[in-house]
Nanobody
Framework: QVQLVESGGGLVQPGGSLRLSCATS????????MSWYRQAPGKERELVAA????????NYPDSVKGRFTISRDNAKNTVYLQMNSLKPEDTAVYYC???????????WGQGTQVTVSS
């Protein structure tokens, strides 16, 4: 059974930091490119970071570049998102995703809420 379980969300003040984790099981984690998405109320889900199975080719949109860092530990089947200098506009539900078309992988976690507010 495939599982992706996010954790680490919460309430943080502007300028603060959070580290999200996504623990996975049920598929070959090391072969799957992993990504983090977020969805704010009333907005479409957007990609915030992506990383290949080897840890290369990290992508970030301009909105989070320089503040967010994605990493993975293939021994622990876990992907992380370090978020620094958080802003109120970073408030959203954050989801991790494994997407590998050639193997038919398209798995999502249930999401973790991040709220940035004073």
């Amino acid at each position: 059974q495939v599982q992706l379980v996010e954790s680490g969300g919460g309430l943080v003040q502007p300028g603060g930091s959070l580290r999200l984790s996504c623990a996975t099981s049920g598929f070959t984690f090391s072969s799957c490119p992993m990504s983090w998405y977020r969805q704010a109320p009333g907005k479409e889900r957007e990609l915030v970071a992506a990383i290949r199975g080897t840890g290369s080719s990290i992508n970030y949109p301009d909105s989070v570049k320089g503040r967010f860092t994605i990493s993975r530990d293939n021994a622990k089947n876990t992907v992380y998102l370090q978020m620094n200098s958080l802003k109120p506009e970073d408030t959203a539900v954050y989801y991790c995703r494994c997407y590998y078309l050639r193997r038919g992988y398209d798995y999502w976690g249930q999401g973790t809420q991040v709220t940035v507010s004073s």
